[in-house]
C-alpha cells in the first residue's frame, strides 16, 4: 500500500525557468504529502507538506514564492520550482504520511540540475 | 523539535560479517522508528521499523533494538552481502495517526567488501 509515483526522475534547466515535479498517489488517497529536498551526501530535509483543498505548509527557511505546493486532487501533489538557479540542483522527493500499521513511502526521487 | 544524531557516517564491513548503525533521539514522545536503505539516485526504501512498545524486531537478516530509557536504537544487518552496500538512515516519529513528520538521521554509507 502508499504507492506514489514521481515524475520525472530527473529533469536539466536553464537558469531562471521553472519546473514542475509530480506525486501521484497510486493505490490509495492522500489529503496530505510531504516533500523532501537532499543534497548530495546529506541528509534528506522536510521542505513542505501539501494538503488537499488547503495551502501547503513550508518548514522554516523554505521560500513559499519559489517552492509552489498544490494538492489539486486526492492522486496528485506538485511541486513547481520556481525561476530556477544552480543553487536549487538537488534530489527532490514526496513521500505520503505513514498510517498504523504501514511505514512512510517514498518516491523514486527527481533529480534537478539547473545549469 | 526532534533531534535524530546517527553514527558512524561511514562504515566499511566485509562480506559475511555483521554491520551496526546506531542512532540517538532527543523526543521521549517520539514511538515510532523506521530505517531507510537509500541507492544511489533512488529514492528511501524502508526496511524495518520498531514502535515504542516493542525491545526488538528481526527480519531474516536484518534486526533493530530499541532502548526507551536511552532514548537510543540500532540496526543490526548480519552475514553482509555487496548488495547490502547503500545509504542507510534512521529516522524517529510521533506516530499519531495524522501527518506524522519524520526527522532523519545524517546516514550511514554502509561498503561491503569482497
Known amino acids: 500500500g502508499a504507492v506514489v509515483s514521481q515524475h520525472p526522475s530527473w529533469v536539466i534547466c536553464k537558469s531562471g525557468t521553472s519546473v514542475k515535479i509530480e506525486c501521484r498517489s497510486l493505490?490509495?488517497?492522500?489529503?496530505?504529502m510531504f516533500w523532501y529536498r537532499q543534497f548530495p551526501k546529506q541528509s534528506l530535509m522536510l521542505m513542505a507538506t501539501?494538503?488537499?483543498?488547503?495551502?501547503?505548509?513550508?518548514e522554516q527557511g523554505v521560500e513559499k514564492d519559489k517552492f509552489l505546493i498544490n494538492h489539486a486532487s486526492l492522486t496528485l501533489s506538485t511541486l513547481t520550482v520556481t525561476s530556477a538557479h544552480p543553487e536549487d540542483s538537488s534530489f527532490y522527493i514526496c513521500?505520503?504520511?505513514?498510517?498504523?500499521?504501514?511505514?512512510?513511502?517514498f518516491g523514486s526521487g527527481t533529480r534537478l540540475t539547473v545549469v | 523539535g526532534e533531534n535524530v544524531e546517527q553514527h558512524p557516517s561511514t562504515l566499511s564491513v566485509q562480506e559475511g560479517d555483521s554491520a551496526v548503525i546506531k542512532c540517538t533521539y532527543s523526543?521521549?514522545?517520539?514511538?515510532?522508528f523506521p530505517w531507510y536503505k537509500q541507492e544511489l539516485g533512488k529514492g528511501p526504501q524502508l526496511i524495518i521499523d520498531?514502535?515504542?512498545?516493542?525491545g526488538e524486531k528481526k527480519d531474516q537478516r536484518i534486526a533493530v533494538t530499541l532502548n526507551k530509557t536511552a532514548k537510543h536504537f540500532s540496526l543490526h544487518i548480519t552475514e553482509t552481502q555487496p548488495e547490502d552496500s547503500a545509504v542507510y538512515f534512521c529516522?524517529?516519529?510521533?506516530?499519531?495517526?495524522?501527518?506524522?513528520?519524520?526527522?532523519f538521521g545524517t546516514g550511514t554509507r554502509l561498503q561491503v567488501t569482497l
Open positions: 513521500s505520503p504520511p505513514g498510517t498504523a500499521g504501514v511505514g512512510y513511502t
Open positions: 493505490d490509495f488517497q492522500a489529503t496530505t
Open positions: 501539501s494538503n488537499e483543498g488547503s495551502k501547503a505548509t513550508y
Open positions: 523526543d521521549s514522545a517520539s514511538n515510532y
Open positions: 520498531i514502535r515504542s512498545n516493542v
Open positions: 529516522a524517529a516519529s510521533r506516530d499519531t495517526g495524522t501527518a506524522s513528520k519524520l526527522t
